[in-house]
């Protein structure tokens, strides 16, 4: 199976449902969709990707939000909290500062549970029920639990998320805590986390919704979407490059998967496709040394630490999809000092846009690129930022400024303002 941007649409095998199925990007077998639960290849545990026996045009897209694009979705509708159509926004001194043609920044913290994540919860747990399932499950650095718990709620579902222990920011333990998860905190980093839920999922205790899920990835997609319809609409052309966080590298192979879909329609050609570019911390960047040594997997790295905690992860589950997605449209990852990321959140700050310090890798590793010369002065680019400041409040009050103590009175507090 081939994940090149040159690949023709696949026929439409026997098990496909309503002209839907699951097909394995290593062997090619197939699986149908609703029928069984599966998320890995029975034949040789590859990942899976979802396909489409009639893919959809700009023209078959309407409404707004995630299920706006409902045409190019394994069902027609799901569990929804009013997800997606998040801002692109602009940015000027940034973008003069930086020194591209253009600059755009997508907010995914404007989501209702403040990431990203709440585009692939609800189509995943809109496939759950589905597919019968009972209780879902995560593994997480702390905005999958809290999309999940809150989804999860939303549909009814008992709701179980793994975290590790002393290793995720409060804000997004209170999300999952108020939404009504059980929360099992590891002994162990994120990956310790997800090899556990694995296990559950294949012992049948739980439906796992972490982005090894190709349904969840459907979700995601449509970030992608929603970028080249507004570059589309502002600039009468799609971005050249796209710059995103990398974690479990589920946004690098979403995007990918929805630019190729758009290439086999017809509405997009090869040579227009976004340049995907990845980020990490320098702490936790197995993606980066794949790329940079031009090696076909990732090592996993078994010690991380960076306090972009949303992007703590040494073993990108995702990395078979996103590899392609990188050097297929002519991409590249870089890694950046957490000391940049921090530069990076302050910038945006400036801007009046608040992210988590995971979110401001992205525009960390833009500036890298431009001072490298990968980025030329002459590219219009989208930042990705997948999520809100307040879920990290604390790493937002150590990069801004201190509090100042002032008397009770007018007369002390214009004396301190003249000082």
Partial sequence: MSLSLSAAQPAE?????????LECIACGD????????????????GLLEVRYADLPTFDDFSGTGVWRYAAALPLESGVSIQEGATPLYEVPRLEADVGVEAL???????NPTGSFKDRGMTVGVAVAKELGADRLACASTGNTSAALA???????METLVLLPAGKVAAGKIA???????????????????????????????????NSLNPFRLEGQKTIGLEILEAFLADYGEVPDRIVLP?????????????????????????DDVPKLTG???????PMVEAIENGADEVRRWDEVETRATAIRIGNPVNAPKALPGIRETGGTAVAVSDEEITAAQRDLAEEGIGVEPASAASVAGLRELRAEGVVSDDERVACLTTGHLL??????????VDPEPVPGETAGVLDHLEQ
């Fill in 175 to 209: 999300q999952a805590s108020l939404h009504g998860a059980r929360i099992l905190e590891v002994e162990g980093n994120f990956d310790t986390c997800l090899d556990i839920v694995q296990d559950l999922a294949e012992g049948g205790e739980a439906y796992l919704l």
């Fill in 246 to 270: 990398v974690g479990n590298a589920g946004n690098t192979s979403a995007l990918y998967k929805a630019f190729r879909e758009l290439v086999q329609a017809g509405e997009l050609e090869v």
């Fill in 150 to 156: 809150a989804y999860g709620s939303r549909g009814g």
């Fill in 279 to 285: 980020v990490q911390a320098e702490g936790a960047a």
């Fill in 391 to 400: 879920k990290d409040p604390d790493a937002a009050a150590a990069a801004g």
């Fill in 104 to 110: 755009r920044i997508k907010h995914e913290g404007m």
């Fill in 30 to 45: 197939t699986f149908a969709p609703f029928e069984e639960i599966c998320y890995t290849c029975d034949s040789c545990d």
């Fill in 13 to 21: 095998p026997a098990d496909a449902v309503d002209g839907v199925w």
